[in-house]
Structures are given as C-alpha cells and as structure tokens.
C-alpha cells in the first residue's frame, strides 16, 4: 500500500532563507507525486507535481522538487522563503488510478523576518 | 467562477442533529472525492464517486451517507452528529478515476463544529 512519511510537522526559516521540506514515499509501482499547500482557513492548492519524465519539476511561487527514486524522495525546495509562503504544506501519493491520493501528515512552515 | 464549491463554509450544530455539506464543480471531471481533516490537519480519504458511481468507500461509519445525484454534484450527508465528527470536510474533484496524473482540486472546505 502506498504511504508518504513527511520528515518534520513544523520547520521554520527566516525570511530569505532556502525552505527545504522532506518527503518520502512508499509505492509499488512508480507512482504520481505531488506538494499540495493549504492556507489558513483555504482548501488544497496544487503546488507541483511529478509524473514521468524529468525529475526535476518546477511549481508555483517559485517552488521545485526533484523525484529521486533511489532515495523514495520528493523533497520541496525554495531558494529564498518569503513570508506569504508560510502555510501547510502536503506531500501526496498517487500509485495507481484506483486509489485515492494519500497525504502525508503535513508539515507547517513559519517565516521569520 | 469558482472551480469546486462547498457550502456550508462553517457548521456549527448540536450533537443528535442531522446535516448535509453540498459539493459542485464546474470543470466537466468524472470523479469527486470527500476527505476529512482533522485537528492535527491529516487528511483521510472517505468516499470516491466515479460518474455518480461509488468506488471508494473506506471504514467511515454508515451515518455518512453521500450522495451524487449527477457527476457535477456529490453531497454529504451526516447523521446522528457526534462530537468527534468535528472537523473540516474537504471535497476535490479530478479529471477521471484513471487520469491519476492531473492531480486534485480542492473546495475551500467545510468546517463542521459539533457540541
């Protein structure tokens, strides 16, 4: 069964900072991933996701994440945090098309000025 | 034009009452989904409706009921409100039941407080 494991329920950076948010997965066969981010009070916004292809995916606001399958990783990145990025952020799995996307736990992220 | 509506966006009632969250979406997909968050903000699958079909139906007690009387529409029905049903109700839809590459779109949820 596919299951997603985010490495942290909260990290916070200052302002400027690089945001690096953790995410493993686990699938039986080479799954769908995706970073869903949630405002408060707001529902899910799709971030970025990976499919097939180059394992490098480029999101919104300035967000990417590399799949590397090696590692059973999806970990999110931003070079430089800004204070609208603060929000909750989730890590979900797809491993086939019957299956509902599982989340991770989430992982809330605070910018510091 | 909002792509996946809900309503309610807040439910306040009393435990024993019966209520429903309505769900639309307007982007043509064939599959909508209830999720349910809660305090700790985790987010767990409850119902999957495939063109007005059940697919998913996970180990939520039989006083949920949901219903999609067409594939625009999937409500939720809860009866008999207990205190532990409070949370956010969440509906998303996706393109289609296969098409597990495009990803979801979310309402902007129902917060259902019971007391």
């Known amino acids: 069964a596919q299951s997603v494991t985010q490495l942290g329920s909260h990290v916070s950076v200052s302002e400027g900072a690089l945001v690096l948010l953790r995410c493993n997965y686990s699938s039986s066969v080479p799954p769908y991933l995706f970073w869903y981010v949630q405002y408060p009070n707001q529902g899910l916004q799709l971030l970025l996701k990976y499919t097939t292809g180059a394992t490098l995916v480029k999101g919104i606001n300035g967000f990417e994440a590399e799949f590397k399958k090696s590692e059973t990783s999806f970990h999110l990145t931003k070079p430089s945090a800004h204070m609208s990025d603060a929000a909750e952020y989730f890590c979900?799995?797809?491993?086939?098309?019957?299956?509902?996307?599982?989340f991770g736990k989430g992982t809330r992220l605070s910018v510091i000025a | 034009d909002t792509a996946v509506s809900q309503t309610p966006k807040y439910l306040v009632t009393q435990m024993g009452n019966d209520k429903s969250i309505k769900c639309e979406q307007n982007l043509g997909h064939d599959t909508m989904y209830w999720y349910k968050q809660d305090s700790k903000k985790f987010l767990k699958i409850m119902f999957s409706y495939n063109n007005k079909e059940l697919i998913i139906n996970e180990t939520v007690p039989n006083r949920f009921s949901p219903k999609s009387p067409d594939k625009a529409h999937l409500n939720l029905h809860i009866n008999s409100l207990e205190l532990g049903d409070s949370a956010v109700y969440f509906c998303?839809?996706?393109?289609?039941?296969?098409?597990?590459?495009?990803?979801?779109?979310f309402g902007s949820g129902t917060r259902l407080t019971v007391v």
């Open positions: 998303a839809s996706s393109q289609d039941v296969a098409q597990r590459g495009y990803g979801y779109t």
């Open positions: 979900a799995v797809s491993d086939s098309g019957n299956t509902p996307l599982v």
